[in-house]
């Protein structure tokens, strides 16, 4: 079992910037493919950004230039640099991990992911 915890979310100003992090406990070992992705209020939840490792990335058009996913496997943690944030990434941010070996390919579909945090939120106003 892997339990994921978000943090750092909040309030900004477009234009600013914010990282959230994801802290991952239990059985860290298990997962490959881990992700950042968010749902805004009527719409359903979409892929952000996805890592495998620090070469293999996924980023949405949407914030491709602005957003940046790293991770810290020293200190079994995620964080997701969100820069020049805009009204539309207001959102509750998920992290979520798969511990399904495909082959290192991370899929954006959330029914991919088997391990989910509780969501921290983002809010970003004009």
């Known amino acids: 079992q892997v339990q994921l915890v978000e943090s750092g979310g909040g309030s900004v100003q477009a234009g600013g910037s914010l990282r959230i992090s994801c802290a991952a406990y239990g059985h860290t070992y298990s997962y490959y493919c881990m992700g950042w992705f968010r749902q805004a209020p009527g719409k359903e939840r979409e892929a952000v950004a996805t890592i495998y490792t620090r070469d293999n990335t996924y980023y949405a058009d949407s914030v491709k230039g602005r957003f940046t996913i790293s991770q810290d496997n020293a200190k079994n943690t995620l964080y997701l640099q969100m820069n020049s944030l805009k009204p539309e990434d207001t959102a509750m941010y998920y992290c979520?991990?798969?511990?399904?070996?495909?082959?290192?390919?991370?899929?954006?579909?959330?029914?991919?992911?088997?391990?989910w945090g509780q969501g921290t939120q983002v809010t970003v106003s004009s």
């Open positions: 979520a991990a798969d511990s399904l070996w495909r082959g290192g390919v991370c899929y954006t579909t959330v029914n991919e992911y088997n391990y």
